[in-house]
């Protein structure tokens, strides 16, 4: 069983910048230097401290310590040189959606607050554990990779809405459902009991058992706006 | 805070069964509404469903053909919106929303971008949804029609980068 709702924990964690949701960013920086400065960037427009960066000479594991101007950005790890005039990424955190079984021992809802080792260990507010239904055709263990759209302020304008864009779908697929739980995957901040990533941001109950035998399930994003939004604060 | 649901057993959700997903996705008339308005509604929707299940067609027509000649490097093509079916669809269901008594509802830029994202969030599900089925399955066909690829290789890195994509990072973090 579970019931719709918005995580508790997300509220807070979303105070202190434990969530970003913003859209990818792929930008040409023309010049920097071997330290840890991107300069000459064509825009900063959607860079937001923490975001992973990746490119041509841009050290693993980089993240922005800083934006700098509209032009520059500061990085965590020394470059090996300048990025060329190569395009240099700017990636928020990896959100995921998991499915919740048919009949689950606990009640899914806004106390949960951790994925925990999904298909592992007992279900409690910390672990989704052996109440994720099992891998079934294109549906392993841990769910699928979420593409963000960004947070935009929306209808009515006093509201802001989280959207994901690609296609959440699972092709040959024998699954008996009752929910999905979005969580965010990414280590941004951290947690004394429960596992870094895996932070649970909702959980949205299906209405009932949807099941499906060696076929497709999709699942289809509401409008992103402040009265059907996935995720909104309004 | 709903996702909508769409099931299909034993193969892919056919062209039809798209088409009304889009429908209502685009005309979205209450469970409880009655009255002339919610009869013209229906017919709009009905509309659209003809226009979408044909263009529905024409997609799964070029994403076959597209795996015929080019086999597992067709998964490397854009997963964008095909442009002309998304084109061709937007202009045809705004003229049947010109034709229909809901023309003034739906003049402003931002009913054309909704319709526009709809649709285009439809079609990209039905060109994912082909793929998949060609690169994990290795099968090919519509609906509940569906046979073997010849073509299909599942140790080409496409197949493997496809499946990496959808799968996403591993979580392996003990509680």
Known sequence: MATTAICTTLKSEILQAGHNFSTTVVITATSGNATF??????????????????????????????????????????????????????????????????????????????????????????????????????????????????????????????????????????????????????????????????????VHDFGGTQSVTAGTLTLTVPTQDGTTGLIRIT | MQFGVLVTDNGKHSGEKLAIACATDIVQIGADATGQQAIDGRKLENRIIEIMEAKFAELAAFEHAGIATRGTEHLTESMEAHPEILNSAVSEIGDAIVRSPFASWFTSDRVDSYVRASVAKWLTAGQHMHRDWFAVHGMVGNGTALISAANHNPECKHVKDWIARGAGLNIGVAV
Do not use: C, H
């Open chain 1, 37 to 202: 400065t991107l300069t000459a960037l064509a825009s900063t427009a959607g860079i937001a401290v923490g975001m992973a960066v990746t490119g041509t000479n841009i050290t693993a594991g980089s993240v922005v310590a800083s934006v700098d101007s509209a032009t520059q950005v500061t990085l965590s790890k020394a470059s090996g040189a300048a990025p060329g005039a190569n395009s240099t990424t700017f990636t928020a955190d990896a959100f995921k959606i998991a499915l919740v079984k048919s009949a689950p021992t606990r009640t899914f809802d806004g106390t949960q607050t951790n994925i925990g080792t999904p298909g592992s260990g007992a279900p409690t507010a910390t672990n989704l554990g052996t109440d994720e239904v099992a891998a079934s055709g294109t549906y392993a263990s841990g769910g699928s990779a979420l593409t963000n759209v960004g947070p935009v302020s929306t209808n009515p304008t006093t509201s802001a809405a989280v959207s994901f864009s690609g296609t959440i779908q699972w092709t040959g697929a024998t699954l008996s459902v009752t929910a999905a739980i979005i969580y965010n995957n990414s280590t941004r901040i951290g947690a004394a009991a429960v596992p870094l990533n895996g932070r649970t941001v909702s």
